[in-house]
């Protein structure tokens, strides 16, 4: 039986910290990893950099609250639900996730949570647990689930390894060039076509 694993940012929905990044004025925090592949170091930098700046999480889920899922993300889900099961696994946050969660049908999501001050300064984060995405491969596998895992950046590479069939979905040609091995898919069609083999 298969089970898809999917990454959310890029995948579903716009990068949360390019429109952060954007709405802000603050071109460092344009950085993803897309472009870092140490996720606790690029949150320990985005950390300080919204500290420098005086930036609150309630201004980060302003931006958030208007963020929209990509075109096609929520039909793809709902196909993808009709013939399986599908877990988002995501480097994100659930203080951040919600409204974007919700607008994809409340799909499962498995992520990290922040840790704010009483002022809702965010001042560390916690992670689920180490290389969470993998991991998630792993147990569904522990369970005799059968894994497709989908995901555009660094982060995502462990879980696509992982699983029985790994796709990357709008990765950026660095990723590309790095790890050639796995199929690059450009739109939601392209990942129907390569999942129909295993989910019909």
Same mark, same amino acid.
């Given at each position: 039986? %298969?089970?898809?694993?999917?990454?959310?940012?890029?995948?579903?929905?716009?990068? @949360?910290?390019?429109?952060? *990044?954007?709405?802000?004025?603050?071109?460092?925090?344009?950085?993803?990893?897309?472009?870092? &592949?140490? %996720?606790?170091?690029?949150?320990?930098?985005?950390?300080?950099?919204?500290?420098?700046?005086?930036?609150?999480?309630?201004? !980060?889920?302003? @931006?958030?609250?208007?963020?929209? /899922?990509?075109?096609?993300?929520?039909?793809?889900?709902?196909?993808?639900?009709?013939?399986?099961? !599908?877990?988002?696994?995501?480097?994100?946050?659930?203080?951040?996730? +919600?409204?974007? !969660?919700?607008?994809?049908?409340?799909?499962?999501?498995?992520?990290?949570?922040?840790?704010? =001050? +009483?002022?809702?300064?965010?001042? =560390?984060?916690?992670?689920?647990?180490?290389? &969470?995405?993998?991991?998630?491969?792993? *147990?569904?596998?522990?369970?005799?689930?059968? @894994?497709?895992?989908?995901? =555009?950046?660094?982060? =995502?590479?462990?879980?696509?390894?992982? *699983?029985?069939?790994?796709?990357?979905? #709008? /990765? /950026?040609?660095?990723?590309?060039?790095?790890?050639?091995?796995? &199929? @690059?898919?450009?739109?939601?069609?392209?990942?129907? *076509?390569?999942?129909? #083999?295993?989910?019909?």
């Amino acid at each position: 039986m %298969y089970i898809v694993c999917s990454d959310l940012e890029g995948v579903f929905t716009p990068e @949360v910290w390019i429109n952060v *990044a954007e709405k802000t004025g603050i071109p460092e925090l344009r950085r993803t990893t897309r472009d870092e &592949p140490d %996720y606790e170091k690029l949150m320990r930098w985005r950390i300080r950099i919204l500290e420098e700046h005086g930036l609150k999480l309630h201004d !980060i889920q302003d @931006v958030i609250a208007q963020i929209e /899922p990509l075109p096609g993300a929520l039909e793809f889900i709902q196909w993808v639900k009709e013939r399986t099961q !599908i877990i988002v696994v995501s480097d994100t946050f659930i203080q951040f996730a +919600e409204p974007l !969660i919700k607008k994809l049908g409340r799909p499962t999501l498995f992520c990290h949570s922040l840790v704010t =001050d +009483e002022t809702n300064r965010i001042v =560390d984060f916690k992670m689920r647990q180490p290389d &969470p995405k993998r991991r998630t491969v792993e *147990a569904l596998q522990g369970l005799r689930y059968q @894994v497709i895992a989908m995901g =555009d950046s660094y982060n =995502d590479v462990s879980m696509l390894r992982q *699983a029985e069939e790994g796709i990357l979905f #709008r /990765p /950026p040609r660095n990723v590309i060039e790095e790890y050639p091995h796995f &199929p @690059v898919t450009s739109d939601y069609e392209e990942v129907k *076509a390569i999942m129909s #083999r295993f989910i019909g």
